[in-house]
Nanobody, 123 residues
Framework: QVQLVESGGGLVQAGGSLRLSCAAS????????VGWFRQAPGKEREFVVA????????YYADSVKGRFTISRDNAENMVYLQMNILKAEDTGVYYC????????????????WGQGTQVTVSS
C-alpha cells in the first residue's frame, strides 16, 4: 500500500500559477501510475492528468493541456503538478492518486487517494 499527502494548494488570481506536491510513503511510488483528479463544488470528481511509472507517458484532460505539467521524482517518492495560466474553472479540491493501471485512472477507479488540497482561482 501507499499513502499520499498533497500540499501546495491556495488562493491565486486568474492567470497565475501554483505548484502542487504529493508525498508518498509506504510502498515505493515507482511501482505505480500516479496522477491528479479534481472536484469542484457540486460536481463529480474528474480526471486531470496521469503519468506512468517511469514518466514515459503522460495523459492530460483536454481542459488542462498546455497549461498543466505533471512530473515525478521516484527517488524522492514525490509527484508534482505545475499549474499555469489558471482559470476560475480550475477551482476545486485536487487529489493525488496512485494505481497499478492507467486504465483505472480513466475509469476513476484508482486504488489510492490523498486527502486533497484546495485550489481557488479568483477571477
Amino acid at each position: 500500500q501507499v499513502q499520499l499527502v498533497e500540499s501546495g494548494g491556495g488562493l491565486v488570481q486568474a492567470g497565475g500559477s501554483l505548484r502542487l506536491s504529493c508525498a508518498a510513503s509506504g510502498r515505493a511510488l515507482s511501482t505505480y501510475v500516479v496522477g491528479w483528479f479534481r472536484q469542484a463544488p457540486g460536481k463529480e470528481r474528474e480526471f486531470v492528468v496521469a503519468i506512468t511509472w517511469n514518466g514515459g507517458a503522460t495523459y492530460y484532460a483536454d481542459s488542462v493541456k498546455g497549461r498543466f505539467t505533471i512530473s515525478r521524482d521516484n527517488a524522492e517518492n514525490m509527484v508534482y503538478l505545475q499549474m499555469n495560466i489558471l482559470k476560475a474553472e480550475d477551482t476545486g479540491v485536487y487529489y493525488c492518486a496512485a494505481d497499478d493501471l492507467i486504465s483505472n485512472f480513466q475509469r476513476r477507479l484508482v486504488a489510492y487517494w490523498g486527502q486533497g488540497t484546495q485550489v481557488t482561482v479568483s477571477s
